[in-house]
């Protein structure tokens, strides 16, 4: 089928109780690993790229080759702009052919954010394009962005923050980081059940790599219907490599690496989809 966009799989997550998985893909055996994890669970999947992956790969490739994986493939497939850096970034997003963008103010003060995201929805409105917005800071490193203290999402501000930009998601702050965790970290959970009450849209957590099983687990069942993924399956990718050079040194075809790295990206993703409970859901 067709890439679709973010709207009707996350409605449905909302709904059911589960959430999507989304995951950053950095070449092409990552995305197509991504998409055969999605098929053999039935479970409807997002693709997502950062501003520096778009950087190193451009907007037009990444859409092509997910546009080729997802028309072959029975489930539902999204390919999303994460962390959009720009207004000018997303529209050329919406121009190559993404289905789903995330513009990302919350590095700005809640007016400045809440201008920024809805010039952005308000263009991707227009092109039946689902947006992404985020309120309250992430911690660590994600691209360019890095936040200087975690800084968790106001419930009240979240309710004024989607009606006045009428995004279709929304990404709050509750404690997690971008990266993997130095420590354990203080989730505020409570936080989720706090905010999906005043709040319309489906909530997306960030900064899920090196959660625990059971974190995820409780920020899906308190309203979380999107997670994303991406430090973890780059890591699964390079190690994979790593083992195979340190095995057998000799190794010089990168298709050979390529193998391996498909293989060790699509058993992460499958963990990470029943995990969060988006298996079977595309049946």
Same mark, same amino acid.
């Given at each position: ?59 037009? !490739?990444?859409? %092509?080759?997910? $546009? #080729?994986? *997802?028309?072959?493939? +029975? =489930?539902?497939?999204? /390919?999303?702009?994460?962390? &959009? ?31 920024? !995201?809805?010039? %952005?929805?308000? $263009? #991707?409105? *227009?092109?039946?394009? +689902? =947006?992404?917005?985020? /309120?309250?800071?992430?911690? &660590? ?40 965790? *130095? ?101």
């Amino acid at each position: 089928m067709s890439l679709v966009t973010s709207e009707q799989m996350l409605l449905d997550a909302q709904k059911g109780g589960y959430a999507v998985g989304a995951f950053n893909v950095e070449n092409m055996e990552m995305l197509k690993a991504v998409v055969a994890a999605a098929e053999e669970l039935r479970a409807p999947v997002m693709l997502q790229t950062t501003p520096s992956t778009v950087k190193y790969g451009t907007l037009e !490739t990444y859409y %092509a080759m997910a $546009a #080729a994986e *997802a028309e072959k493939a +029975t =489930v539902p497939v999204c /390919l999303h702009l994460d962390h &959009g850096s720009s207004y000018e970034l997303v529209l050329q997003a919406i121009r190559a052919g993404y289905t789903s963008v995330m513009i990302d103010g919350s590095h700005l003060d809640f007016e400045s954010n809440i201008a920024l !995201t809805k010039r %952005a929805a308000d $263009a #991707a409105r *227009a092109c039946n394009i +689902t =947006v992404e917005g985020e /309120l309250g800071k992430v911690g &660590g490193k994600e691209d360019d962005l890095e936040a200087e203290a975690d800084n968790n999402t106001d419930p009240m501000q979240a309710k004024e923050f989607v009606e006045r930009t009428g995004v279709h998601s929304l990404a709050i702050g509750i404690g997690t980081a971008h990266g993997f965790y *130095a420590t354990t970290p203080v989730l505020d959970k409570e936080r989720i059940s706090e905010v999906k009450e005043l709040v319309s849209v489906p909530l997306v957590l960030h900064g899920a790599s090196g959660l625990s099983d059971e974190d995820v687990r409780e920020c899906v069942s308190r309203g979380m219907c999107k997670v994303n993924f991406a430090t973890e399956l780059r890591v699964a990718y390079t190690d994979a490599g790593k083992k195979l050079l340190k095995d057998h040194p000799d190794t010089f075809d990168p298709k050979k690496l390529g193998t391996v790295g498909m293989e060790a990206v699509k058993q992460f993703v499958k963990n990470r989809i029943l995990v969060c409970g988006c298996d079977h859901k595309a049946d």
